[in-house]
């Protein structure tokens, strides 16, 4: 199975992918708190293609615009440090602080510059949440949706966990693209790069790409 970058998947693809992340979500932890996770998934879904259809930058793909958003308003809502782990696979345990920061860090920016391509794509996109499956846990819930518009709809499912004490919320840690999951889709590359040279290399390779994607935008 090929890594999502490398599936050079096609705008509708691109588009459902940068939705389900919610670029410019404005979620409260004590709100998010409160809520369903099906309302959760609703609001920033909602909110995030209505931003994105009033913002002319993010519609044309300002990369570091969509950076300076994912780090003040997405990251507090994915657990992304989970996200990375789960893709990394065993070899997460072993690395040391540093390199999971490195790792991390990369994995993020190879994310974002992969979804930038479908904010000029957003046009008169809705998401409508189906309702959720009974007996789901709390720690691995799945919130199915559909983003409607032009053509066939797009499916997008989300895997939340719910934290714990004060101040808990719903976390993202998965999604699902049009059958694809992209925690486990991403495992299968990276494994095959830490056979190879090890963390450091993985690390190494998203380096590089990042680097090349930087150039080409």
Partial sequence: MKSISELHLNRRQLLATASAMGLCCTVGSAWAADEIPEVFIKRITSETLDTIKADKSLRNGDVTKIMQLVDSKLMPHVNFR?????????????????????LQDEFKILLVRTYSGALSQVSDQVVVVKPLRAGQEDK???VNTEVRGKGDPIQLDYRLEKTPGEGAGWMIFDLNVLGVWLVENYRTQFSKEINIGGIDALIASLATRNKTNAKAS
């Fill in 82 to 102: 989970r996200m990375t782990a789960l893709a990394t696979g065993p070899a997460w345990r072993k690395a040391t602080p540093e390199q999971q920061k490195r």
């Fill in 140 to 142: 691995n819930l799945v």
